[in-house]
């Protein structure tokens, strides 16, 4: 079955810039998905088809996709940003929905 | 205002058996594929199954085909997880989710209920 990889953890200064990576194996032929989940509420889509932005995520939320790597970047973070990350696709297999394995973003 | 509302989780022990529910409302339940995704404590998430707008076709993840069954009530507005041969590994909180597109399986989850808490233990 298809494979996500995420870094376990991500931390930035407020203000920075943060990027967490969302590796699989030509993920760039798939549309991935991003979600933000804070503790104790249930995950938020902030990405979309690797780019777009649902009406009401800032746009210091954006997302690119190529190759074997897909990337989700927070512009000008701030602490409320902080929360785990999940990246996500559909592959024609036998677990058809995946999710990668989470990044925790620490705002420092 | 889309809500999905799921329901049923409770401790239950190994091999026994439990169905959650989710009522949906604030959209056109019957066009939309739905997905059951879990989350054990202090884990990630986990993809559990999916049904079409239909019900006519289902989708298992590996972990707990031939033990759950997904099935939907289009007149009741409402999600169903059947499940059976209960483990440990299957305590997790379970969250319904709504795809974007109207008769779109592969699409993005674009609400997510509040979930609810199975826990199986002895």
């Known amino acids: 079955s298809y494979v996500l990889t995420q870094p376990p953890s991500v931390s930035v200064a407020p203000g920075k810039t943060a990027r967490i990576t969302c590796g699989g194996n030509n993920i760039g032929s798939k549309s991935v998905h991003w979600y933000q989940q804070k503790p104790g509420q249930a995950p938020v889509l902030v990405i979309y088809?690797?780019?777009d932005r649902p009406s009401g995520i800032p746009e210091r939320f954006s997302g690119s996709n190529s190759g074997n790597t897909a990337t989700l970047t927070i512009s000008r973070v701030e602490a409320g940003d902080e929360a785990d990350y999940y990246c996500q696709v559909w592959d024609s297999s036998s677990d058809p929905v995946v999710f990668g394995g989470g990044t925790k973003l620490t705002v420092l | 205002e889309v809500q999905l509302v799921e329901s049923g989780g409770v401790v239950v022990q190994p091999g026994g058996s439990l169905r959650l529910s989710c009522a949906a409302s604030g959209f056109t339940f019957d066009d939309y594929a739905m997905h059951w995704v879990r989350q054990a404590p202090g884990k990630g998430l986990e993809w559990v199954s999916l049904i079409s707008w239909d019900g006519g076709s289902t989708y298992y993840a590996d972990s707990v085909k031939g033990r759950f069954t997904i099935s939907r009530d289009n007149s009741k507005n409402s999600l169903y997880l059947q499940m059976n041969s209960l483990r440990a590994e299957d305590t997790a909180l379970y969250y319904c989710?709504?795809?974007?597109?109207?008769?779109?399986?592969?699409?993005?989850?674009?609400?997510w209920g509040q979930g609810t808490l199975v826990t199986v233990s002895s």
């Open positions: 989710a709504k795809v974007a597109s109207p008769a779109d399986i592969r699409d993005y989850f674009d609400y």
């Open positions: 088809y690797d780019s």
